[in-house]
Structures are given as C-alpha cells and as structure tokens.
T-cell receptor
Framework: ETGVTQTPRHLVMGMTNKKSLKCEQH?????MYWYKQSAKKPLELMFV???????ENNSVPSRFSPECPNSSHLFLHLHTLQPEDSALYLC?????????????FGPGTRLTVT | GENVEQHPSTLSVQEGDSAVIKCTYS??????FPWYKQELGKGPQLIID?????GEKKDQRIAVTLNKTAKHFSLHITETQPEDSAVYFC?????????????FGAGTQVVVTP
C-alpha cells in the first residue's frame, strides 16, 4: 500500500466514548500532522510531529491526545468529545517538518459525535 | 500570525471556460504559497506552488500569479474540464511563526458543467 492511509474512514461516537484514529504513511517521511476540517472553514492544524517528537500543539483541547510511536504511524486518541468536534480529521506527512515541503494527505476520518 | 482569505467560496463555470480563484494574505514575511485540490472523499493534493521570488508559474492548464506588494495570489485554470470540479485551497506560510506552519484559506468549491 502506498501514500497515507487512515482508519477508520467513518466513526460515530457518543460523548462518553473513547476511540482512536490511526494514520500510517508509506512514504519514508519524517514529519506527520493532524488537521481538523470543518465545513466552510480553513483547515486547522492540530499537531505536528517531527521524528516522533511533537513540535506543535496548536491550542488543542486535552480531549484530543496524539501519539507518534514511530515516524510511520500517528494516532489521535479521543475521549469525552463534544458535538462541535464533529468534522473530517485529516492526517498528512512530509519529508521534513517545514512548510516548503509538499504535504501528502490521507483521505480523512469522518467523525460524528452524538 | 498569518491570515488567509479566499474568494469566491463557490464558482460555477462552463466546460472550456476559465476559472480564477483569489487569495489575500496578511503577513508580508510569508514567502511560500501552495494550492491544494480536494476531490470528494479524498484528502487535499498539491497541484502547484509559488515562492515569493517568482511572480508567475504555469503548469499546463494551471497557473498561479503572486503580487507581493498587494499581498495577493491567484489560481487560474484554463480550458476547464469536468474533472476540475473539486474544492481548491490556497495557503501561505508565515515566517513570524518559529515553525513556519501553513495557514489555509477556507476553500473554493469549483463546479464545471458540461
């Protein structure tokens, strides 16, 4: 499998549930990102990892907890979410953590919080 | 930080006509401006980018222009085809952020009708 993959593609969860989103990149990149995409709004950068070290935490609530066990895998652990957290969550990777490298996006996980 | 505004939010064009999307940015130190295309059910994909030392760049039917004085840049698609239908995002990198993260516009839904 090539590129950036995300699982699951769709997730419905209650506000008291705990779930995790998974991202895997097969490109040999050293940087990975989580973005939140809401309708009619710009992509919001949530977290950035470079060589498994978090380099950016963009004022994201603690109910979102990222984990990067190695440079190929990235997780987003979710707990006690709110309905306004419903959105498309996109994972991306790039060769290094820097803005002038193309970011390769996965297809996203469509999250609905009920 | 950087703020990017994108217009229009929706754009309908007849097949064969041209489409133009415009973005403005706030940080005069920004020097990298990519454009991403997002098709239904997929993540955004880089289609063209431009750096501040260049005023115009073209790749087949796609071109981007940059006016640093006015702080705006535009995407031009000529001879539009149905497969150009997608959401297009502009972005800019702000050098005032130590990490230099990308700031995205809100997106333009382009619909090409046969």
């Amino acid at each position: 499998e090539t590129g950036v993959t995300q699982t699951p593609r769709h997730l419905v969860m209650g506000m008291t549930n705990k779930k995790s989103l998974k991202c895997e990149q097969h490109l040999g990149h050293n940087a990975m990102y989580w973005y939140k995409q809401s309708a009619k709004k710009p992509l919001e950068l949530m977290f950035v990892y470079s060589l498994e070290e978090r380099v950016e935490n963009n004022s994201v609530p603690s109910r979102f907890s990222p984990e990067c066990p190695n440079s190929s895998h990235l997780f987003l652990h979710l707990h006690t979410l709110q309905p306004e957290d419903s959105a498309l969550y996109l994972c991306a990777s790039s060769p290094v953590a820097g803005t002038e490298d193309e970011q390769y996006f996965g297809p996203g996980t469509r999250l609905t919080v009920t | 930080g950087e703020n990017v505004e994108q217009h229009p939010s929706t754009l309908s064009v007849q097949e064969g006509d041209s489409a133009v999307i415009k973005c403005t940015y706030s940080d005069s130190a920004s020097n990298y401006f990519p454009w991403y295309k997002q098709e239904l059910g997929k993540g955004p994909q880089l289609i063209i980018d431009i750096r501040s030392n260049v005023g115009e760049k073209k790749d087949q039917r796609i071109a981007v222009t940059l006016n640093k004085t006015a702080k705006h840049f535009s995407l031009h698609i000529t001879e539009t085809q149905p497969e150009d239908s997608a959401v297009y995002f502009c972005a800019a990198s702000s050098q005032t952020d130590s990490w230099g993260k990308l700031q995205f516009g809100a997106g333009t839904q382009v619909v090409v009708t046969p």
